[in-house]
């Protein structure tokens, strides 16, 4: 009786390493498309060239925007309906 359950241990230790190598393969795999996805995404991006003007231009709509949002948030919530 004990061969048995020495056999079974043994078969069921075997299968859960199988299927720990199993899960990691499919992972590897899945984060390797996901890191060539990136790669091509990233590889069709262009690079803009900025000038310091560009940036200010930038770093004013920014700020327009966050005052504008800050009056509209000032205004109070609306009443019920």
């Given at each position: 009786m004990?061969?048995?359950?020495?056999?079974?241990?043994?078969?069921?230790?075997?299968?859960?390493?199988?299927?720990?190598?199993?899960?990691?393969?499919?992972?590897?795999?899945?984060?390797?498309?996901?890191?060539?996805?990136?790669?091509?995404?990233r590889?069709?991006?262009?690079?803009?060239?900025?000038?310091?003007?560009?940036?200010?231009?930038?770093?004013?709509?920014?700020?327009?925007?966050?005052?504008?949002?800050?009056?509209?948030?000032?205004?109070?919530?609306?009443?019920?309906?």
């Amino acid at each position: 009786m004990s061969l048995w359950c020495a056999y079974g241990v043994t078969a069921q230790e075997s299968a859960e390493k199988v299927a720990k190598k199993v899960v990691a393969s499919v992972d590897l795999q899945l984060k390797q498309g996901t890191l060539d996805r990136l790669k091509t995404d990233r590889a069709t991006l262009a690079a803009v060239p900025t000038t310091p003007e560009m940036v200010t231009e930038a770093e004013e709509i920014v700020a327009s925007a966050v005052e504008q949002a800050t009056a509209e948030c000032s205004r109070g919530k609306p009443g019920p309906l």
